[in-house]
């Protein structure tokens, strides 16, 4: 399989490598899209870019913001996205991905209120405030609060936990699940008093919410049918929904594809085959019953295929297919919820793998319908200023776009501040380089 590293030097090269792949995502040789505005929760917003969840892993010890995870957010917003996703904060301590994962309290939430003050404030100077929206989750079996792991799974799962067995007592009850969606009903609540302009219960990523969609062989009200595993999500937005109104919203980034054959994982068959049937489902229930008007749709788990939901050709990670493939997925997954929902407001994900041409991706997805929003991850790490640079430039300077190495994960998994690494302030390269030493010891 061809797996050569990314070298396209112009736009026509990357699709002709589409072509010879049967790897279709759209492509625009005109950006002029990204900058139409669009209406969001009441608010004009001069263009469809948004700021991926990405853990920055710098919080206080109490989960409150610092000043570095602040100014990160500040750079964010002074970029000129329209949407900032902020990156996960855990509803509950033992739910916690790391010591250092943001946790939104009573005791934490003027912090936050603060924080959001600044980045809105910042935000004004590009003519708009950004919507912000506070990304809520339980991390489940990557539960990490104390420094060491701590899984909350919902059932065994195979491929999981191949090399590493779990006991049963890591295995949620019932009754501790049905008591999680009011501390999702209670982190909106902090939410909006914090100044968030909506909320996000996060089902995706291989996390707890995710994770209780594929619990196919759990027992009990969680498990089984897609009811049951619908159950838990469907029961949190509607706690969270409480404290919906014309200035506060609620949503969800969805993962409609695990990546991983029936049983092991959501929407797929025992070939690994996509069915997207119970993801449409879902989402028919999101949009109508519950009333959301904005999903993100991703897939993968990026502890485990880090491929599907993130492309990439670096690493020590080698990925089974082309990076384009994994484009081509993502995409197609997309617009069939946007069009099974043409009135839903729809997210993509994942385009920075196409560095320079990234653009180009996300003009021709907003052009073709499969998307009305693109969110930029590993991209906001590398240039928080890249919305700006596209409009004022038309494009982004070779030196200023992600190459996809996997540098900034390697740096969250191992419990040190994120940033970039390659092309980021000199702080992430000394810890990347203590991390590298620690590793040879």
């Known amino acids: 399989m061809n797996l050569e590293p990314f070298h396209y030097k112009t736009l026509s090269v990357v699709k002709e490598k589409r072509e010879e792949l049967n790897a279709y995502f759209p492509l625009s040789d005109k950006i002029d899209s990204i900058f139409q505005p669009i209406s969001l929760y009441g608010k004009m917003l001069p263009n469809r870019l948004g700021i991926a969840p990405m853990e920055g892993n710098d919080s206080k010890e109490d989960g409150g913001p610092s000043e570095h995870t602040i100014q990160r957010y500040i750079n964010y917003a002074k970029g000129g996205a329209s949407i900032i996703w902020y990156e996960a904060v855990t509803v509950v301590p033992e739910g916690r991905s790391s010591k250092h994962q943001l946790m939104l309290t009573e005791e934490t939430m003027p912090a936050f209120k603060m924080m959001n003050e600044r980045v809105k404030k910042a935000g004004r100077i590009n003519g708009f405030e950004p919507v912000i929206i506070l990304q809520a989750n339980h991390s489940g079996r990557y539960s ?83 009811e049951n595993r619908s159950r838990l999500l469907i029961d949190s937005i509607k706690a969270a929904n409480k404290y919906k109104d014309q200035d506060f919203h609620v949503t969800c980034r969805l993962g409609i594809y695990d990546g991983f054959p029936y049983p092991n994982g959501w929407c797929s068959d025992e070939d690994n085959n996509i069915v997207l049937d119970e993801a449409i489902q879902l989402t028919k229930i999101l949009k109508e019953d519950l009333g959301l008007e904005l999903l993100n749709i991703v897939m993968g788990n990026p502890y485990v295929n880090s491929h599907v939901s993130r492309p990439f050709d670096h690493g020590k990670y080698k990925a089974p297919e082309p990076p384009l493939v994994g484009i081509s997925r993502i995409y197609k997954g997309t617009q069939t919820i946007k069009q099974a929902f043409p009135d839903l407001m729809v997210m993509a994900s994942a385009p920075s793998y196409l560095r320079q041409f990234s653009p180009n991706l996300a003009a021709g997805a907003l ?31 070779l030196n200023h776009v992600c190459i996809t190495c996997g540098k900034c994960g390697d740096l969250i998994r191992a419990g040190y501040p994120v940033g970039c690494v390659v092309r980021g302030p000199k702080e992430f390269k000394e810890y990347y380089k203590e991390f590298i030493e620690n590793k040879s010891v």
């Open 367 to 397: 052009e073709q319908g499969y998307a009305d929003f693109i969110n930029f991850g590993r991209e906001s790490f590398t240039n928080p200023n890249f919305p700006n640079e596209l409009k004022l430039t038309g494009g982004l300077k």
């Open 144 to 226: 990490n609060p104390n420094g060491y792991p701590e899984p909350l799974i919902a059932y065994h799962n195979d491929i999981y936990e191949k090399n590493n067995a779990l006991d049963d007592s890591r295995i949620v009850s019932d009754d501790y699940l049905s008591e999680l969606p009011d501390k999702f009903g209670e982190a909106a609540r902090l939410a909006k008093t914090a100044g968030f302009d909506a909320i996000d219960v996060k089902s995706c990523h291989g996390y707890l919410y995710a994770e209780i969609m594929s619990a196919y062989r759990r027992a009990g009200r969680y498990g089984g049918s897609f």
